[in-house]
């Protein structure tokens, strides 16, 4: 039994960090009131790009950059769409999540990189270390990208409260007509959350083929996108929250293969709906829960236009 | 009178917003004005001129990946003026094109953005094939209990995300997609298990009964689907643009606020439009299975969330368009496939065109609402 939990525990961290990766992306757009429905798509090219490099050679953590990269290259496209031509948010969302999800799959046919296994990122730690009694695994086998991620999670949290660019980017997200005319350039900062948040969700993409999954198969982001907009909600776009609400996904989806191993049998299928089913409860709790709940930006998928305002 | 206003107001604020001491006679990004009017003339010109552009990034994205645009033109005028045969296929591929971009055309209309076609297209023909394999009802009715069931599941499947919507304001768009990932499940738990073909073991549903499946129409390989279809477009037609319903409904969708005010029945539209979408997002599914497959297959719902969100955004949400779309996009589907065919490309080729098409598209909107200045 303990075994059971030592090993469930200790793989909970790596299902955790997209989640976390992701809802950290989605929050500094948030914030800036960019509603960015198109998180699926962006961690689809992030993951993407992590397997074509590793693919080619390059090492994992570049690789992740390189995830990172291509999620806020992808950025400058939706961000040009939402703030540059003022595209409806939740139109241009899809329209990046089709686009992302065609690309992805025909570069990867074309290039040959589906069903191609990779050597993926390795535990930080030596196994002497991760060998330690019940501990040992679940603090010293995880990757490095586990052990940045509290960082980034501070770093956020700290940006978005404690700094002048931090203030801006809350001024936009909650009355950009203000913000405007206190001389804050409301393109430009959407332009760069937009960007930031994109190389976000692009790592968190990485993370998930190069670090958990080691192989691209099309579609491997699997509505993990949405969840993690799901989880924005009821993280009330605070970061620390939203780290803790990603574990709570990543109890579940470590769950899921473990059951079956137990003995206890439950229809398969009926298991890999239980993230989106956690999801669709997770989502009606905060809705009921946070009624009257000020936290969600209040121009969130508005658009600015100087000369509308009134 | 209040628009007056703020017009004067605008021209006041933008003098003192352009300072007249930096005098540049270019800007790189231009100033916004936003349009008061847009005439129809203008609106069909930058429609077409989005049309346009999207077709030009298709043919480029074709060349690279390998088709010569003379390849492409072959193809093409081989679909087309080959014989009856292809016509055929194609206005087979239009029927539950069409039925599909109405089910989204709906919803969008009531402001609704429902992206959870390929969960209602699912439990629809989950419920439909229930009918048909465990032969409810008599045989001469068989057709039309199954065409309800989908109907009945399609309104089962978007009905939590309406009421989500509607009582807790929960974004939709995100509870439809879930719930497509939750019926995706639900099909491959009943595939797998209990409704494999007994025949051949592989996982998809026994092959229906003649009586179960829609008639032929006698001219090449094409069923009751497509009259189906038509019908559906127009009836959808009438309601929308004809009856006391629509008239409200387009009200609701341009300004609910104004609605509410003036005691249009606003929740009440809502659901009418959400039922009416989840209805025949089901019978999409019905349209298929029973129109075209003969039964349920895994994939048969794959592109249509896709294919729906388009045809509805390329007929601006209008039946009529709608229909005129999907036979384009029957083209364009049936092109996919000879390519994927005889070029070795991936079918996402085609899901690639339909994106840049819906971002060409949506782009164009921001040339209609706003004038641009590049000068000071």
Redesign the interface.
């Known amino acids: 039994m303990i075994d059971f939990f030592i090993n469930w525990i200790s793989i909970v961290p790596s299902f955790a960090a997209p989640f976390v990766l992701a809802a950290l992306g989605l929050i500094i757009c948030e914030r800036a009131g960019v509603l960015n429905?198109g998180a699926e798509g962006f961690m689809l090219v992030g993951a993407l790009a992590g397997v074509g490099l590793m693919v080619n050679g390059a090492p994992a953590l570049l690789s992740l950059a390189g995830a990172a990269l291509a999620g806020s290259i992808f950025g400058i496209f939706f961000a040009f769409?939402v703030a540059g031509?003022?595209?409806?948010h939740?139109?241009?969302?899809?329209?990046i999540v089709?686009?992302a999800?065609?690309?992805t799959?025909?570069i990867a046919?074309?290039q040959g990189w589906t069903n191609n296994p990779i050597s993926g990122l390795q535990p930080l730690f030596s196994d002497s270390l991760s060998d330690i009694l019940y501990f040992g695994p679940i603090l010293f086998g995880q990757d490095i990208i586990i052990y940045f991620t509290p960082i980034l999670c501070f770093l956020v949290a700290y940006v978005i409260y404690q700094t002048t660019i931090g203030l801006k980017l809350r001024a936009v997200g909650e009355n950009p007509h203000a913000a405007d005319a206190a001389g804050i350039d409301v393109?430009l900062i959407r332009f760069l959350a937009i960007i930031i948040g994109g190389a976000f969700l692009g790592l968190a993409g990485g993370y998930l083929t190069v670090a958990v999954s080691k192989i691209w198969v099309?579609g491997v982001v699997?509505?993990r996108g949405?969840?993690a907009?799901?989880l924005v909600?009821f993280a009330r776009w605070g970061a620390w929250r939203a780290l803790t609400g990603a574990l709570l996904f990543g109890c579940i989806e470590a769950l899921i293969p473990r059951i079956a191993a137990v003995g206890i049998h439950v229809?398969?299928?009926?298991l890999?709906?239980t993230p989106?089913?956690t999801?669709?409860g997770v989502?009606?709790w905060s809705?009921?829960r946070l009624?009257n709940d000020w936290s969600q930006p209040a121009a969130l998928g508005q658009h600015h236009?100087?000369?509308?305002r009134? | 009178m209040l628009r007056k206003f703020?017009e004067k107001?605008?021209a006041i604020m933008?003098d003192t917003?352009y300072p007249s001491d930096k005098k540049r006679d270019f800007q790189i990004?231009p100033r916004?004005?936003?349009r008061q009017n847009s005439p129809e003339w203008l609106r069909f010109l930058i429609y077409t001129i989005s049309l346009l552009v999207g077709c030009v990034c298709a043919v480029l994205v074709m060349y690279w990946?390998g088709i010569n645009p003379a390849d492409l033109i072959q193809e093409i005028s081989i679909l087309l003026f080959s014989g009856t045969r292809t016509i055929g296929a194609i206005l087979a591929q239009t029927a539950p094109l069409m039925i599909a971009g109405l089910a989204t055309a709906v919803a969008f209309r009531a402001n609704f953005?429902n992206?959870g076609l390929e969960g209602q297209m699912i439990v629809g023909t989950i419920f439909a094939t229930f009918i048909a394999i465990h032969d409810v009802g008599p045989d001469s009715v068989r057709l039309v209990l199954m065409a309800v069931a989908a109907m009945l599941g399609g309104i089962i499947w978007i009905a939590?995300a309406g009421f989500?919507k509607l009582k807790?304001?929960?974004?939709e768009?995100?509870?439809t997609?879930?719930?497509n990932?939750?019926a995706f499940?639900?099909l491959?738990?009943l595939l797998?298990?209990a409704w494999k073909d007994p025949v051949s073991g592989f996982p998809h549903s026994a092959q229906f009964d003649l009586v179960e499946r829609l008639p032929k129409l006698g001219w090449e390989n094409l069923t009751y689907a497509l009259p189906l279809a038509v019908f559906l477009v127009l009836l959808v037609w009438w309601i929308l643009s004809f009856s006391r319903v629509g008239y409200l409904l387009s009200f609701v969708s341009s300004n609910p606020t104004m609605a509410k005010a003036v005691g249009a029945p606003v929740l009440g539209l809502s659901i009418t439009a959400i039922i009416m979408s989840g209805a025949i997002g089901g019978l999409t599914g019905f349209a298929i299975a029973s129109g075209l497959e003969f039964r349920m297959t895994r994939d048969f719902f794959s592109g249509f969330l896709?294919s729906g969100?388009l045809i509805a955004?390329l007929g601006r949400n209008h039946p009529i368009g709608v229909g005129i779309v999907a036979l384009f996009m029957a083209i364009l589907v049936l092109l996919g496939q000879s390519l994927q065919v005889f070029y070795q490309v991936?079918f996402?080729?085609i899901?690639?065109i339909?994106?840049?098409f819906?971002?060409c598209v949506?782009?164009s909107?921001?040339f209609l609402?706003?004038r641009m200045h590049w000068r000071n």
């Open positions: 429905l769409m031509l003022r595209i409806n939740v139109i241009s969302g899809l329209a089709f686009l999800q065609a690309l799959s025909l046919t074309q393109t099309d699997g509505g949405w969840i907009i799901a909600i229809p398969q299928y009926f890999l709906m989106y089913l999801t669709l989502m009606i809705a009921i009624k236009i100087r000369e509308e009134t | 703020t107001n605008n933008s917003n990004i916004l004005e936003v990946v953005w992206v939590p989500l807790l304001g929960i974004n768009v995100i509870t997609l879930l719930l990932y939750i499940n639900l491959l738990h797998f298990g896709f969100v955004f991936p996402a080729l899901q690639l339909q994106a840049i819906i971002i949506a782009a909107e921001f609402t706003y």
